[in-house]
Each structure stands twice: as structure tokens, then as C-alpha cells.
T-cell receptor
Framework: AQSVSQHNHHVILSEAASLELGCNYSYGGTVNLFWYVQYPGQHLQLLLKYFSGDPLVKGIKGFEAEFIKSKFSFNLRKPSVQWSDTAEYFCAVNVTPPGYALNFGKGTSLLVTP | DSGVTQTPKHLITATGQRVTLRCSPRSGDLSVYWYQQSLDQGLQFLIQYYNGEERAKGNILERFSAQQFPDLHSELNLSSLELGDSALYFC?????????????FGPGTRLTVL
């Protein structure tokens, strides 16, 4: 079955620590990949997306992600997290026609401590 | 602010009741997607409409239905409500229906069924 897996459900980091959140998907063929962030009490916002081309994608707020096709992975990274990065992070793919709705992972809750 | 609006923000109702959630997409967007976010199931796609017509269905229960009106706003109708329907319901919109279209999310409606 098609799926998106996020391995880390809860992550706690100190400010200035580096972040890497794992995401793997099980689709073959062409995929579009996304990372969304949900700050406490807010709606989902797009951090970055990969459609094609350079597998290293840069997004907003200093986040980046690397698409590794051979590993079916799209890990999210940030070199130095801030307290304001505390949020829920969702990896998603859209591969299923005709609507190409997003298929989300279960999410990773990130807590950044001062 | 994504430009997608949802009303109401909060809804508290009793089992067996029927409710209607409303979504107004961003100006110019023709596609509307509905998603359900719950603790146990995570974020799940329910249904998509494109320019007034149903485009794709996900894990939507038969007790749930939706429609998109000529002015492109959409309503999600939930009937015979059960405790397990308590969740955050998100609406998202995109310009079209293609794989490459980015989806913009609304703030959500939090439904509590007592």
C-alpha cells in the first residue's frame, strides 16, 4: 500500500541544535514531495516542496530537504533550530490521480527548549 | 494568512446531530480539498471538488457529504455524528487539479461531539 512514514514522532532539541526529520514514502514513479509545518493553534503552512530538478530543496525559515530517490526519502533539515520552530511537521506526497490530494505522514512534534 | 477561510472555528454538538462546515477558497482557486485531522488517524484526505464537481474521494464516510457551489465555496456536511468524528477539519484550495498545484490550507474547524 502507498504510504508516507515519518520515523520520529516526538523530538526535543535545545536551541541552536541541528535538526533532521526523516520521511520515507513507498510510491514508485514520479512523486511530488512536501513538508508542511503546523505551529500551535495555526493552520498548515508549506515549508518546501520538491517537484523535479535539484534534489536539494531550500524552503522558508532556513529549512531544506534532500530528495534521495534510491532511498525513497525526503528528509527535512535545519542547521540551527530556534524556539520559534516548535511545531508539528508533516511530510506529504501527492501521487494519486485524478485529484492529487496530499497523503500525509503521521507528523513529528518538535519541541525546542531555550 | 493563506487566503482560505473556514467557518465556524469551533463547533460543539451532540451525538446523532448534523453539522455543516464551510470553506471559502483563495480568490481564483477552483479546487477545494477537505481533510480530517484526528489524534489516532492523523491527517486524512476526505474529498475534493474542482469547479463545482466532485473530483476525487478519499476516506470519507457515507455519513459525510460535500458540495461546491457556483461561487466556489464548499460545504462539508457531517450527519449522524459519533464521538469518533471529533476532529479538526481542514479545507485546502489550489488553482487547478494538476499534480503540481500547491494546496493552501485554511485555519480549520474544530468539531467536538459530546
Amino acid at each position: 500500500a502507498q504510504s508516507v512514514s515519518q520515523h520520529n514522532h516526538h523530538v526535543i532539541l535545545s536551541e541552536a541544535a541541528s535538526l533532521e526529520l526523516g520521511c520515507n514514502y513507498s510510491y514508485g514513479g514520479t512523486v511530488n514531495l512536501f513538508w508542511y509545518v503546523q505551529y500551535p493553534g495555526q493552520h498548515l503552512q508549506l515549508l518546501l516542496k520538491y517537484f523535479s530538478g535539484d534534489p536539494l530543496v531550500k524552503g522558508i525559515k532556513g529549512f531544506e530537504a534532500e530528495f534521495i530517490k534510491s532511498k525513497f526519502s525526503f528528509n527535512l533539515r535545519k542547521p540551527s533550530v530556534q524556539w520559534s520552530d516548535t511545531a508539528e511537521y508533516f511530510c506529504a506526497v501527492n501521487v494519486t490521480p485524478p485529484g492529487y490530494a496530499l497523503n500525509f505522514g503521521k507528523g513529528t512534534s518538535l519541541l525546542v527548549t531555550p | 494568512d493563506s487566503g482560505v477561510t473556514q467557518t465556524p472555528k469551533h463547533l460543539i454538538t451532540a451525538t446523532g446531530q448534523r453539522v455543516t462546515l464551510r470553506c471559502s477558497p483563495r480568490s481564483g482557486d477552483l479546487s477545494v480539498y477537505w481533510y480530517q485531522q484526528s489524534l489516532d488517524q492523523g491527517l486524512q484526505f476526505l474529498i475534493q471538488y474542482y469547479n463545482g464537481e466532485e473530483r476525487a474521494k478519499g476516506n470519507i464516510l457515507e455519513r459525510f457529504s460535500a458540495q461546491q457551489f457556483p461561487d466556489l465555496h464548499s460545504e462539508l456536511n457531517l450527519s449522524s455524528l459519533e464521538l469518533g468524528d471529533s476532529a479538526l477539519y481542514f479545507c485546502a484550495s489550489s488553482v487547478g487539479r494538476a499534480r503540481a498545484n500547491e494546496q493552501f490550507f485554511g485555519p480549520g474547524t474544530r468539531l467536538t461531539v459530546l
